[in-house]
């Protein structure tokens, strides 16, 4: 099992970044023999992976961190770097290689601060390895300072310094930094070929595979959730309902209450999962007594790191909202396709009825309007409009169509 066969369905991408550790290779070797390095090099120092939500932008940028790594013997005979069994591939996969650093973040933004400590670790040289890798897996989450900092570092990166950033866009990205990319678009991969990973890699039956990939489309990550956790398809089931719900105002106002106390119980779980283990380490880390008693000039610390976790918690609400507003999407989706008499598969057959029902009872109009209020319910969210009075204003419209 090489590093290339978590990428699916993007043979294209495949192709490129093989080629690129090929001739990373040889601008290695090139660099330590003292001999000319080769003049068509398909490596360059910084990397721009955009692509949809699922289509594995970082999953591309680890498998190319973990092929500049590769230490297989057969590379040598001509074999191509990414082997996924010596050392170098599998510490950089499983996030303990020395010189690869993962980076994303569970807030809102990634500030000034943080990007200066992660410039300052760029500008080492590889302790372990052949390069110095930097995946920032979360790029569009940089603030406009933060860009800035970033830039200085991509413009004039150290030697064997790689910068591999993934965003959903180009438009995510500052322009100043990714013209300095070169830049490597993914597609959403088949539904077919997402069902295949999941029998083939997490031994999903291939009923349930095939359920999953069809009902997100070709997310890779959640088709993996939905057929794994028995909450995630509550959760979905819950949010399926929500279109037969709004026939009045009280309808709408309680289905839009139960998104956000869904989402809300999401954050709570994180919390419960990391937050306690978190406060209790950093308490020892500095020496709290037995009685959990402080030490005096900590209280700083502490409060940093709640306003954290609670920053953490925001978004985590935030994720938990636009997953059920990408289902309620799908489903007007699957309403519309039905009232045009288009022959594309449903992605939630599961409901057949319930999308027989809402298709019969409105218009393509209307649930091109519906699907508009979706929309504008997710860029409101994004403005930090209070999560209850966007999701209400938009259940209310669902329900005006």
Known sequence: MTVWDDLVGQDRIHVTLAAAARD????????????APPEASKMTH?????GPPGSGRSTAARAFAAALQ????????????????????HTSLIGTHADVDVIRTDLLSIGVKETRELVRRAQLSPAVGRWQVIVLEDADRLTEGAGNVLLKAVEEPAPRTVWLLCAPSLEDVLPTIRSRCRHLVLSTPSMEAVADVLIRRDGIEPD???????ATQGHIGRARRLATDERARARRATVLKMPLR?????????AAQELIDAATEDAKQVAEDVDVKETEDMKAALGASAGGRMPRGTAGVMKELADRQKRRSTRTQRDSLDLALTDLTGFYRDVLALQLGSRVALANGDVRDALDRIAGASTPERTLRRIEAIVACRQALDRNVAPLLAVESMAVSLRAG
């Open 70 to 89: 590769c230490t297989s013997p057969d590379r040598a005979l001509g074999g191509e770097p990414g082997c996924g069994f010596c050392d170098g591939c």
């Open 208 to 214: 349930a595979a095939h359920a999953a990939a069809r």
């Open 46 to 50: 910084a990397w721009l992976f955009t």
């Open 246 to 254: 709004v026939d009045d105002i009280g309808g709408c106002l309680k």
């Open 24 to 35: 990373a290779d040889a601008l290695v070797t090139a660099t330590s023999s003292g001999t």
